[in-house]
């Protein structure tokens, strides 16, 4: 099961390089998510936290952790690291990616989102992957923002995207055809990923306070040093 696991997020993260590296031009959200050194402002081992919660209409709210633990810091900006995915009976058994420039959390969560896509909708995994693909080849908003972090406010910045939105088949999954998904990054953030956040809004369009259906995200919480 653990190989299997990790199989589909390696797969997941060599489809997504491989494209990004076949046209010039590629977007800049891609380039920001895949192709960034996001680990190189991590300078000693450590362990990464992110706080996931899930507000839900459709089904049960929840709330849980991951954790990265970064060693074998590496002055090319390399980083090995390992996860702890949740926890219970919701722990999810991904293997250690090594020799890493890229923050692999937000990797694992989107293959989190789209098994979570098909057990909710029953369509199959793979169409989502390769919308969401898509919607990273062809860029999203984009916007600056303010984050606090350790009672200061430091720059970040934020995309979204909207992978099924202009899908002509999403009448199939209806309920989660406008689904948006935002990525909030800094460099001032160890590991860069501030949020990974993903809203399924109560009609078309969606601003920020507005009401929802679901909203899912995966925050920092904080970086320990070993």
């Known amino acids: 099961m653990k190989k299997l696991v990790m199989s589909l997020a390696t797969g997941w993260m060599l489809t997504l390089a491989t494209t990004a590296f076949a046209a010039p031009g590629f977007s800049e959200v891609n380039n920001v998510l895949f192709d960034k050194a996001h680990m190189q402002n991590i300078?000693?081992?450590?362990?990464?936290?992110?706080?996931?919660?899930?507000?839900?209409?459709?089904e049960d709210s929840r709330e849980d952790d991951i954790q990265?633990?970064?060693?074998?810091?590496r002055n090319t900006g390399r980083r090995d690291l390992a996860f702890e995915f949740f926890s219970n009976e919701y722990k999810r058994p991904y293997e250690p990616m090594e020799n890493q420039r890229g923050n692999g959390v937000f990797v694992l969560y989107l293959e989190f989102d789209i098994h979570e896509?098909?057990?909710?909708?029953?369509g199959e995994w793979r169409?989502?992957?390769?919308?969401l693909r898509w919607s990273f080849a062809e860029g999203g908003d984009?916007?600056?923002?303010?984050?606090?972090?350790?009672?200061?406010?430091?720059k970040g910045v934020q995309y979204i995207v909207q992978p099924y939105a202009n899908d002509p088949k999403n009448s199939r999954y209806k309920l989660y055809a406008n689904k948006y998904y935002i990525?909030?990054?800094s460099e001032h953030i160890p590991g860069e990923i501030y949020?990974?956040?993903?809203?399924?809004?109560?009609?078309?369009?969606?601003?920020?306070?507005?009401?929802?259906?679901?909203?899912?995200?995966?925050?920092?919480?904080?970086?320990?040093?070993?």
């Not at 990265?68 to 810091?73: D, E, G, Q």
């Not at 923002?145 to 406010?153: A, L, M």
């Open 142 to 154: 984009k916007k600056e923002v303010d984050i606090d972090y350790n009672g200061e406010t430091v």
């Open 43 to 58: 300078e000693q081992p450590g362990t990464l936290t992110y706080h996931y919660k899930k507000e839900s209409f459709v």
């Open 183 to 185: 990525f909030t990054m």
């Open 117 to 122: 896509m098909e057990r909710l909708t029953g």
């Open 127 to 131: 169409y989502f992957q390769r919308k």
């Open 68 to 73: 990265v633990k970064v060693s074998n810091i």
């Open 195 to 226: 949020q990974v956040r993903t809203v399924v809004p109560d009609g078309k369009t969606w601003s920020e306070g507005e009401p929802v259906l679901v909203d899912e995200s995966i925050t920092f919480a904080g970086f320990e040093g070993a």
